[in-house]
């Protein structure tokens, strides 16, 4: 199966790093090589890219689509919170521009084995790196209530949360829920005996169990957690006036990437009641995006699966 995957403001993304020959950049999230693909292109003859991926799927369609680009790519296994090391390996202390985007691809999307969705029946799995031992079955049928309430509510932002965990639960006690057929089943079932609305109106296509879905995703794959890390201190992978570009899904990991990018702009970070600096801290990027960009009509019309996407960009001081 070819690896599906449509690059998600691309113009935009290539706009802000802006690719000249003799650079070096970091795709974090390789995915099918679409945005790989162009920062090489407009990097030619000789500017070089270090592509990453947790999935190994992803890695083996990059390295198919950017065959023709020799010594100038070098792609590895591995997320995106392993970059210092991928970057010590290669040699070299730091990069011009770095990429992350957040997203699915439309092939995690649409191979069923995979089960990130249910529009397939397919084992509960949603794990990005098949290397982890912890599957979305495992989760699903091994959490407390309290805790899967958690999620389905912190990460799915779903105001029925309570409901949906307790059905989890009662459907689970009769059995494990193996299929995400047989998840979303449950989810759907729950919120249509629900009388109470919900606090934000939902598309009218969106399938009663798609947050859920979300959230769980999210789980498993540790993302928030493992974008928290990389924004510790990615700053310091970016050599002077280097660039990086982060498009977010949602808006959890949306407000984690405003919070760093606004933090790393502060000249100083002491509590404001103190007399005087004693932080130590120096400011280390510049914003280049006041507010987050998103796709335009056009982009979201060839490719709805673009309509979430945020992009927040800056600058190395």
Not at 133 to 153: F, Q, W
Request: with cysteine.
């Amino acid at each position: 199966m070819d690896y599906a995957h449509q690059p998600v403001m691309l113009r935009e993304v290539i706009e802000i790093l802006a690719p000249r020959p003799a650079r070096r950049y970091l795709d974090g999230t390789v995915g099918g090589g679409g945005h790989a693909r162009e920062i090489l292109r407009q990097s030619c003859p000789d500017g070089a890219l270090v592509g990453l991926d947790c999935d190994d799927e992803a890695i083996d369609a990059a390295g198919r689509a950017l065959a023709r680009f020799g010594e100038r790519v070098m792609l590895r296994h591995a997320g995106f919170t392993q970059a210092r090391e991928v970057l010590d390996e290669a040699g070299w202390p730091g990069v011009d521009g770095i990429l992350l985007d957040l997203g699915l691809s439309s092939h995690q999307l649409d191979t069923p084995e995979r089960g990130f969705g249910f529009l397939s029946d397919a084992r509960l799995d949603m794990r990005m790196d098949r290397g982890r031992t912890v599957d979305a079955h495992e989760l699903v049928n091994g959490l407390p209530v309290g805790e899967l309430e958690k999620i389905i509510r912190d990460f799915g932002d779903e105001p029925r949360a309570r409901r949906i965990a307790r059905a989890i639960d009662a459907r689970r006690c009769q059995g494990a829920i193996d299929s995400t057929r047989q998840l979303a089943e449950t989810v759907a079932r729950a919120m249509g005996s629900s009388t109470r609305r919900p606090r934000k109106p939902r598309t009218p296509a969106a399938h009663p169990a798609t947050r859920t879905f979300q959230a769980v995703r999210i789980a498993v794959n540790r993302e928030l957690e493992n974008l928290e890390r990389f924004l510790e201190s990615a700053h310091e992978l970016l050599c002077a006036k280097g660039r990086l570009v982060i498009i977010s899904f949602h808006s959890l990991e949306d407000r984690l990437v405003k919070r760093a990018f606004h933090r790393w702009g502060l000249d100083c970070v002491c509590p404001p009641r103190l007399p005087a600096c004693v932080c130590g801290w120096v400011r280390k990027a510049t914003a280049l995006t006041r507010k987050p960009r998103v796709p335009g009509i056009e982009e979201i019309q060839a490719n709805p699966r673009a309509r979430s996407a945020r992009l927040r960009a800056v600058e190395r001081v």
